[in-house]
Nanobody, 119 residues
């Protein structure tokens, strides 16, 4: 099982920036895809940013132009740079990776990290 550990969350003011990091216990260059999701109280978990092994990147509609996903294939870390943060970005952010397995794609999740944007 792949272990994920998020860091970098916290409290920031409107318009501020944060960079989340996710340390992965496996070689991320071989994974199907890596990404970030978030969940606010009472809401469903939503995709924030996703990077496939083929290099395709997708962003959630609410973060396009403000968030950037990158990864370090040597250190096996996935980053999420978040700029111009808004109160609506307040949520628990989860790192996610999808790996190959005999039974099909296998999802692994981090424990989540809180991001709070104050107005």
């Amino acid at each position: 099982q792949i272990h994920l550990a998020e860091s970098g969350g916290g409290l920031v003011q409107l318009g501020g920036s944060l960079r989340l990091a996710c340390a992965v216990s496996a070689s991320i260059s071989r994974l199907i895809r890596t990404g970030w999701y978030r969940q606010s109280p009472g809401e469903q978990r939503e995709m924030v940013a996703m990077l496939t092994n083929g290099g395709m990147i997708n962003y959630g509609d609410g973060v396009k132009g403000r968030f950037t996903i990158t990864r370090d294939n040597i250190e096996n870390i996935i980053y999420l740079q978040m700029n111009n943060l808004k109160p609506d970005d307040t949520a628990v952010y989860y790192c996610n990776v999808v790996d190959y397995s005999e039974s099909g794609p296998l999802n692994s999740w981090g424990q989540g990290i809180q991001v709070t944007v104050s107005s």
